[in-house]
């Protein structure tokens, strides 16, 4: 080995440790600001309201051993009380028994003894319950806060709250939730550790080591996934309640126990597995302690109980299928609820990164745009839960790409490709019927390579088979709304006149066919209303700014960085082996259009006459067809001979990381 070539390995040892050092400083900078703006405030914080936030003056003392109530309605779990203490700043020896008891029953629903040495004169002092007390009742409900003192010298001691003095009630408020410092900052060292090692492994698999892309993209999405499932637990992607009940209950079918599909929501589980801290779709830092506690714990008994009015998805069980091997494994291997809900999403997403693995290995073109559109923070998001959403754009990716390699090959197609085709679109027809128009995508391939039908020598111009194929499945798909959804057939042929359905007193009506032909301008100004109201929110939404349940918003820097990769994305080629027809292009955009105008539809029928907007379409909807999309757009006017894979993949992956810790900044402020 000569000076040149050991000098140019330093120097690649050089500029990688560099990079790689920027790289993590970076990202333990973000990590650093979160712990001193959030991490701290969250550790001492409680989301509470007042019951009574009056204070004239102090009421009359409390006297030893005697008991005092104070007759209150309070909503949702109850974590604890804030009591505003007057005790003229000299320290009192002695405790207090603080309880809660329900107002109607009598009995004690949480409690704890507070030493009165902790006493803050004239402010709120949060007193958390040695076990918080959770509701499960809707609205308000009747309480009574109980205070009984205990001195340890009832003849210097004394003790009094302020209060309202018109009324003689204390002055006091009640606590949503508090959280456990030494739990929250545990989770954050976990997460800081999964950051900056997740960081490392992006930065190696795309500069460093020389994998193939497939794999590249693989490991990149593990590496950044293990931070997305830490920010965002179970049951905080849109649904994944429902999604998991009826995953579960697919196990209950395998089993033999059979459920009665008309009583809409009952399931059999185990006692364990069900928890309303866990189970709260937005997030809180509770729900970091929570899982940091108690994610070790085993279940106590496999026997499975009766759940009734559980919230179910019927739907092709097939969607639920990886959801549901995850929850059996648990269960054999005796795991708890939580490793359950986390194995179950483990599933998930092994199989959406298999199918991305295969699709971006085995497609002649467009390698970038399914690696961009893989890596999207909400794509990501979706496919790190229970959601059914990760088998439909799983397939849908997979069935684009298989449908190009087919598209290129040249031999004739064995019968064995045929069937691969065949079990994909088997598959995603009936997950979600909208996405079934892609299947249209086959009648591309060319019958010259088909056996059996090669001998045929006349072809058909893909347009009129797309238009043949759409004049067939619309009256086909509308015939199976009216036969399986009386209510359907109400919406389409039910009418009224508009200024009657507008009334506020009238019942909620829904958007028809025939109000829309009676009605076709204020139909249209509701559309445009739509656009220029959500417009920005659905490209948010799509390209990871919005995030759980709606309920958390990211930066749009994060936003623009996404939309100019996916941008991008389209422009690289340099290892792409096919160049689509022109009418082949013209079809994959056809199909995208006809996916959205059925996807409009359907948010049209979901939407009340009365509302400005259109209700219910959201831009993670559009992600299975989104490949054919891009890959229509593709040509050779604009096309950059270089290789931007690895480049986009880090700077995607990169983007993640940050997406994941601003989503996390939001949650502890809550």
């Known amino acids: 080995?000569?000076?040149?070539?050991?000098?140019?390995?330093?120097?690649?040892?050089?500029?990688?440790?560099?990079?790689?050092?920027?790289?993590?400083?970076?990202?333990?900078?973000?990590?650093?600001?979160?712990?001193?703006?959030?991490?701290?405030?969250?550790?001492?914080?409680?989301?509470?309201?007042?019951?009574?936030?009056?204070?004239?003056?102090?009421?009359?003392?409390?006297?030893?051993?005697?008991?005092?109530?104070?007759?209150?309605?309070?909503?949702?779990?109850?974590?604890?009380?804030?009591?505003?203490?007057?005790?003229?700043?000299?320290?009192?020896?002695?405790?207090?028994?603080?309880?809660?008891?329900d107002g109607e029953t009598g009995e004690i629903v949480a409690g704890t003894t507070y030493d009165l040495h902790r006493i803050v004169n004239d402010v709120y002092n949060e007193i958390a319950f040695d076990a918080?007390?959770?509701?499960?009742?809707?609205?308000?409900?009747?309480?009574?806060?109980?205070?009984?003192?205990?001195?340890?010298?009832?003849?210097?001691?004394?003790?009094?709250?302020?209060?309202?003095?018109?009324?003689?009630?204390?002055?006091?408020?009640?606590?949503?939730?508090?959280?456990?410092?030494?739990?929250?900052?545990?989770?954050?060292?976990?997460?800081?550790?999964?950051?900056?090692?997740?960081?490392?492994?992006?930065?190696?698999?795309?500069?460093?080591?020389?994998?193939k892309k497939e794999a590249v993209f693989a490991v990149t999405l593990l590496a950044v996934s293990c931070l997305f499932t830490m920010v965002l637990p179970p049951y905080s992607s849109p649904d994944e309640e429902g999604h998991f009940n009826s995953a579960y209950r697919l196990t209950n079918r395998w089993e033999g126990l059979i459920d009665?599909?008309?009583?809409?929501?009952?399931?059999?589980?185990?006692?364990?597995?069900?928890?309303?801290?866990?189970?709260?779709?937005?997030?809180?830092?509770?729900?970091?302690?929570?899982?940091?506690?108690?994610?070790?714990?085993k279940a106590e008994t496999d026997q499975l109980e009766v759940f009734e009015g559980m919230w179910l998805v019927n739907d092709f069980n097939g969607v639920y299928f990886m959801g549901a091997v995850g929850i059996k494994l648990a269960r054999m291997l005796g795991l708890g609820y939580l490793q359950m809900l986390y194995l179950g999403r483990l599933m998930n997403l092994l199989f959406f990164a298999v199918c991305l693995y295969f699709s971006i290995k085995i497609t002649p073109l467009g390698k970038e745009v399914f690696m961009a559109l893989g890596m999207l923070p909400i794509t990501l998001h979706i496919a790190n839960s229970f959601s059914r959403d990760v088998f439909v754009i799983s397939l849908g990716f997979l069935f684009t790409a298989y449908l190009l390699y087919l598209l290129k090959q040249e031999q004739t197609y064995r019968w064995w490709q045929l069937l691969i085709m065949a079990v994909i679109c088997a598959l995603l027809a009936p997950s979600k019927f909208i996405y079934a128009v892609m299947c249209i995508g086959v009648l591309l391939l060319d019958t010259r390579k088909v056996p059996l039908l090669n001998r045929i020598k006349w072809r058909i111009h893909p347009l009129v088979i797309c238009a043949l194929a759409?004049?067939?499945?619309?009256?086909?798909?509308?015939?199976?709304?009216?036969?399986?959804?009386?209510?359907?057939?109400?919406?389409?042929?039910?009418?009224?006149?508009?200024?009657?359905?507008?009334?506020?007193?009238?019942?909620?009506f829904e958007w028809s066919l025939q109000l829309i032909v009676q009605n076709p301008v204020y139909f249209m100004k509701m559309l445009m209303n739509t656009v220029y109201t959500n417009g920005a929110y659905y490209i948010s939404s799509l390209f990871g700014g919005v995030l759980s349940?709606?309920?958390?918003?990211?930066?749009?820097?994060?936003?623009?960085?996404?939309?100019?990769?996916?941008?991008?994305?389209?422009?690289?080629?340099?290892?792409?082996?096919?160049?689509?027809?022109?009418?082949?292009?013209?079809?994959?955009?056809?199909?995208?259009?006809?996916?959205?105008a059925e996807l409009m539809l359907m948010c049209i029928f979901w939407t009340f006459v009365r509302m400005d907007t259109l209700y219910g379409f959201q831009g993670k909807y559009l992600l299975p067809v989104l490949p054919m999309l891009f890959i229509a757009l593709k040509g050779k006017a604009i096309t950059v001979n270089r290789d931007l894979f690895r480049p986009l993949c880090f700077i995607m992956a990169f983007t993640d990381i940050f997406v994941a810790l601003n989503a996390c900044t939001v949650i502890l402020q809550r």
């Open 470 to 508: 759409a004049v067939v499945i619309c009256p086909l798909m509308l015939k199976y709304l009216l036969d399986a959804n009386p209510e359907f057939r109400w919406k389409i042929f039910a009418a009224a006149p508009l200024k009657n359905l507008l009334n506020p007193a009238t019942a909620d």
């Open 260 to 297: 009665d599909e008309s009583s809409g929501g009952t399931i059999y589980k185990r006692e364990g597995d069900s928890n309303k801290i866990v189970e709260e779709k937005y997030t809180s830092p509770l729900t970091y302690e929570y899982i940091y506690q108690h994610f070790g714990d």
């Open 132 to 211: 918080p007390y959770l509701n499960s009742e809707e609205g308000y409900q009747p309480y009574v806060l109980r205070i009984t003192p205990a001195f340890d010298n009832p003849e210097e001691s004394y003790l009094k709250i302020w209060g309202d003095y018109s009324t003689g009630t204390i002055a006091f408020g009640v606590l949503k939730y508090i959280v456990n410092t030494e739990s929250l900052y545990g989770w954050f060292g976990m997460l800081r550790t999964v950051s900056l090692v997740a960081a490392a492994a992006v930065y190696a698999v795309c500069f460093i080591f020389k994998f």
């Open 549 to 596: 349940y709606n309920s958390i918003f990211t930066s749009n820097a994060f936003v623009i960085i996404t939309i100019v990769c996916v941008a991008v994305s389209v422009f690289g080629g340099k290892d792409d082996t096919l160049q689509l027809a022109a009418a082949h292009r013209i079809t994959f955009g056809g199909i995208f259009l006809l996916v959205f």
């Open 1 to 101: 080995m000569n000076t040149k070539s050991v000098f140019n390995i330093l120097k690649k040892i050089f500029v990688h440790a560099f990079c790689l050092g920027c790289v993590l400083a970076a990202v333990f900078g973000a990590l650093f600001f979160i712990q001193y703006k959030f991490v701290q405030p969250a550790t001492a914080k409680s989301q509470k309201y007042y019951i009574n936030d009056i204070y004239d003056q102090p009421i009359t003392q409390l006297e030893d051993g005697v008991t005092f109530e104070q007759q209150f309605e309070a909503h949702g779990d109850i974590y604890g009380v804030q009591i505003r203490w007057h005790n003229l700043a000299q320290v009192q020896d002695g405790t207090a028994l603080i309880e809660v008891a």
